[in-house]
């Protein structure tokens, strides 16, 4: 099927709409900064994309890889990414500190039974002996 010139241009600016969206980061859900996205959203075949309006598609293409080589991000997903992995990476840290903490708390628990232990010996220890020195008195046991 021929098109007019008229279709033909109306069809030229809805790619070039789709490009300034895409690339000004307003992708439709579940799309990508890609040609297929640029397609469907422009409401053209990848075909014709393609064949027919390659030039746009190349324009596309080239301000898409000039904004990711200055550092803008186009596709929020990649930001999205980059921020959870630096989330994973501090979450990551936090359970070693986490770790590391629990391993000393068990030891100081350890060590702090010992002592009560060895404490309740000792005054059971001392309750056992008869009390000589007048000065020392016999306490009462709590049972």
């Known amino acids: 099927m021929?098109?007019?010139?008229?279709?033909?241009?109306?069809?030229?600016?809805?790619?070039?709409?789709a490009t300034d969206r895409l690339l000004g980061g307003h992708l439709p859900p579940g799309?990508?900064?890609?040609?297929?996205?640029?397609a469907q959203d422009a409401g053209v075949s990848r075909a014709?994309?393609?064949?027919?309006?390659?030039p746009l598609k190349d324009e596309f293409e080239r301000r898409r890889e000039h904004q990711r080589?200055?550092?803008?991000?186009?596709d929020p997903r990649v930001a999205r990414i980059e921020r959870l992995q630096a989330q994973i990476g501090q979450l990551?840290?936090?359970?070693?500190?986490r770790d590391r903490e629990l391993t000393d708390l068990r030891a100081f628990r350890v060590?702090?039974?010992?002592?009560l232990a060895a404490q309740h010996d000792e005054i059971l220890?001392?309750?056992?002996?008869?009390?000589?020195?007048?000065?020392?008195?016999?306490?009462?046991?709590?049972?």
Not at 69 to 74: A, C, V
Not at 92 to 97: H, I, L, P
């Open 92 to 97: 990551t840290t936090r359970v070693a500190d």
């Open 2 to 17: 021929r098109i007019n010139e008229q279709q033909r241009r109306d069809t030229e600016d809805r790619i070039r709409a």
């Open 69 to 74: 080589n200055t550092g803008q991000l186009s």
């Open 48 to 54: 014709a994309l393609y064949s027919t309006y390659r």
């Open 31 to 38: 799309g990508r900064c890609d040609v297929k996205t640029l």
């Open 111 to 115: 060590e702090a039974v010992s002592r």
């Open 125 to 143: 220890r001392l309750r056992q002996h008869p009390a000589h020195v007048g000065l020392v008195r016999r306490l009462p046991s709590s049972r």
